[in-house]
């Protein structure tokens, strides 16, 4: 029955292409099947691929499948063909089968190519921020030279610190958000303190790996503000679930007014106090 998985499957994501089935912007939505909104460049090259390249082939390879077994079935069955015939290959057939994949997958292979170079050849930053992974949360780094100089930790708020008028959602709203300015080319340094943590953030297309000892890097540039979010994708410990990412990005003005403050605001808390394992404020969900 893989055919059959595989083709539903490939049916439901054309569906999913459809407009009215358009995901949440910076965040899951409810109903939602496809991907999250594009707001960087990144993220809408990634759709291209996603929309306008795979789902096509997959919907195409899955009904040409699904068309030839129900020919077979039609055809070959044993009231229609009584006779089986003893053809063990076909020289022709087996050509077609291997230069066909071959090809498709050529076509496949020149936009995905083309996608990480743009993901991976970084252009010049407007601004440069670092995020840290830890068990289990991230902390960033504003760096001096770009009128920062400080760093704070970034916790998922619990439930009972949720506070829905300010738009907090569940398992993904944090006590201080990553701020960074619209239209500017944002360079974000990752690394872990620990183990190894995944910085994604869906709507901005990306996602890369925060390894102890090892600066990684990336980059987006988000076209409109608001707040967007993404989590830890590597499995990192028990509270892998509950490390939000939260960016918050804003007009050039007030992310002015935001360094101002946040220069004011973490400079007591640096150099970041020790924490003591196990003591009531490291617990994570009290659900
Ligand atoms: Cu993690």
Known sequence: MKWFGKAF???????????????????PDMDEITLQKAVTPIAEEIHFLHNDILVPIILAISLLVLGLLLYCVWRFNEKANPVPSRTSHNTL???????????????????????????LVLPKADITIKAIGKQWNWAYEYPKDQGGGFSFDSQMKKDNELDPSKGDIRLLAVDNEAVVPVNKVVRVQVVADDVIHSFVVQSFGIRIDAVPGRLNETW???????????????????????????????????????LDDAKKKFASADPVPIKVAGTAADAPLQQ
């Open 93 to 119: 057939i087996e050509v077609i089968s291997a230069v066909c994949p071959a090809i498709i997958l050529i076509i496949i292979a020149f936009p995905s190519f083309r996608l990480v170079t743009f993901q």
């Open 220 to 258: 987006f540039k988000a076209d409109r503000v608001g707040v967007f979010y993404g989590q830890c994708s590597k499995l990192c410990g028990k509270d892998h679930a509950f490390m939000p990412i939260a960016i918050r990005v804003v007009s050039d003005k007030d992310y002015a007014a935001w």
């Open 9 to 27: 499957t490939s049916m439901a994501m054309a569906l999913a292409v459809g407009p009215a089935w358009a995901g949440g912007i910076g965040r």
